[in-house]
């Protein structure tokens, strides 16, 4: 008996320690899983950051008005990734305790904690804590996706067509998160911190390129190339051309200079220093205007005429300084100058010509951004002023095949004043306005118009089922949800019967 009795305890002692193990090995064998697709493999252009500020919040989009999905506190750790060297925003992994949310009916629970899409497409929403309803749509799973159920309560939300269950899941991978660039700094034990926070060197702690395909290839250092003057180019010299910014074969193109922050870079819209500079005040005293005789139009008929009809021959080519920072800005000068005309004067053709022919010397990659940028910009500009010559030219022609609508063929005389404020049908009315019997004046579609309040002594039974012309003080009446007329003057429009 005694035997028997420690037998069974024994057995119940080894079961329970089994099941104790086997729940240790599914921790951490999930925290296995977690750290699998919450950590950046090695060159894979993900870096960690610190946040440097009280408050950063996270955004669905790179936008301040996006959906806010979570915020990061001071001295958080995030993984971030950059969209561009321009962009204000970067790309971040969604912090530990994120939310999505997935229709309860397009995925199922294959195991414990985790699920796999049952439908051919189902869109989920990102989520955040607290809130009763789930975010704007995001991105699409397919069919067989995997997703991480969370122990949260789903939410049920009333439709037309019945309630609507969400379960919350991990956000997957493929969906962005973005947050401001000033709330980070980057951490990298390999290289030491530039004063803005982001290193600007190669290996796997560098800053990855856009493009998801080049994300593990390490950014080259770029080397300035000796100031050599350009000349003529003699036969057999090569020449190199122009890289585009974001072709493979420029992989530091756009990216900031050794010292400067990402911010540092001009952006592709035009500047407000190519729109256009005020001119330095000369010192002395200010100018005297001479006064203006009658108001001065400026003339942009003329010139509309006259750069419509350009001729579409060759263009003169702009003269270029040897040095190659010189003939940048002598073409930004022009740039401006251009810009400052009339819309429809707008040329760009010497400035596209003097890009070709700049983009034919040996260029610095910075040299070479800021040509292209510039070379953008001018196209841009030109694609515009070439459109409004087309609709200014269109609107002369349609003017010129109705000369009769220049001028007026009879003369315009001043409207004459109506008669009457408001003419109808004078009917009797079961309405009062402080105890003052209402009549109805009836219009041309067979509905009150508007309620008239007479003088006590007018003479009402001669006008009764007949037209009439009123003149009066015409208001609204909240009462009666209409027009209601204080009649000063009455005048029959029937001629009386005999």
């Not at 497409?121 to 789930?134: D, E, K, N, S, W």
């Not at 040897?322 to 819309?343: G, N, Q, T």
Request: hydrophobic share 40%.
């Amino acid at each position: 008996m005694l035997r028997s009795r420690t037998i069974s305890t024994y057995r119940l002692a080894v079961i329970r320690a089994i099941a104790a193990l086997s729940a240790i090995v599914a921790t951490f064998a999930g925290a296995s899983a977690w750290q699998a697709r919450n950590t950046a493999p090695e060159g894979s252009g993900w870096v960690m950051a610190e946040v440097v500020t009280d408050r950063a919040l996270i955004h669905q989009s790179p936008n301040d008005a996006a959906f806010v999905t979570d915020e990061s506190n001071r001295g958080d750790l995030v993984w971030i990734r950059e969209i561009s060297p321009e962009s204000e925003w970067v790309r971040i992994k969604p912090p530990a305790g994120a939310i999505s949310w997935i229709l309860e009916s397009d995925v199922s629970e294959i195991r414990a904690g985790e699920g796999r899409v049952r439908v051919a497409t189902t869109r989920i929403r990102p989520g955040r804590h607290g809130a009763r309803l789930p975010g704007p749509p995001g991105v699409d799973l397919a069919s067989g996706a995997t997703v991480w159920l969370q122990p949260r309560e789903p939410l049920v939300i009333p439709q037309r067509q019945g309630l609507l269950t969400w379960r919350a899941i991990e956000p997957p991978s493929i969906e962005p998160r973005f947050v401001r660039r000033e709330h980070l700094r980057r951490i990298d034990d390999r290289k030491v911190p530039e004063p803005d926070g982001f290193v600007a060197a190669k290996g796997p702690g560098a800053l990855a390129l856009a493009d998801d395909a080049k994300a593990g290839e390490p950014a080259e250092e770029i080397a300035e190339m000796p100031a050599k003057p350009p000349g003529k180019l003699e036969s057999g010299e090569p020449v190199k051309p122009v890289p585009a910014i974001d072709s493979p074969a420029a992989p530091g193109a756009g990216a900031p200079e050794k010292g400067k922050s990402i911010k540092d870079l001009a952006i592709l819209d035009i500047p407000d220093s190519l729109v256009g500079e005020k001119p330095e005040k000369a010192p002395g005293p200010d100018p005297v205007e001479p006064p203006r005789q009658g108001p001065e139009v400026e003339p942009i008929a003329d010139v509309a005429t006259e750069a419509s009809s350009r001729p579409a021959g060759p263009v003169s080519a702009l003269e270029l300084p040897a040095d190659r920072d010189s003939a940048l800005e002598s073409l930004e000068s022009r740039f401006r100058v251009i810009m400052s005309e009339p819309l429809v004067s707008w040329d760009f053709r010497p400035i596209l010509l003097a890009c070709e022919t700049l983009g034919r010397r040996e260029l610095t990659t910075a040299q070479a951004g800021r040509l292209n940028r510039l070379k953008t910009m001018a196209e841009r500009q030109e694609e515009i002023g070439r459109s409004s010559r087309e609709f200014w030219n269109s609107m002369r022609r349609s003017r010129s095949h109705d000369p009769s609508g220049r001028t007026p063929d009879t003369p315009v005389t001043a409207r004459a004043a109506p008669r009457f404020d408001i003419s109808g049908l004078l009917l009797p009315s079961r309405r009062d306005v402080d105890g003052h019997l209402l009549y109805n004046l009836i219009g041309d579609t067979g509905l009150t118009i508007a309620y008239l309040k007479l003088p006590p002594a007018a003479p009402v039974e001669k006008w009764l089922g007949k037209k009439v012309g009123i003149r009066g003080r015409v208001r609204y009446h909240e009462d009666l949800r209409g027009r209601l007329v204080t009649v000063q003057d009455v005048e029959l429009l029937e001629p009386e019967a005999p």
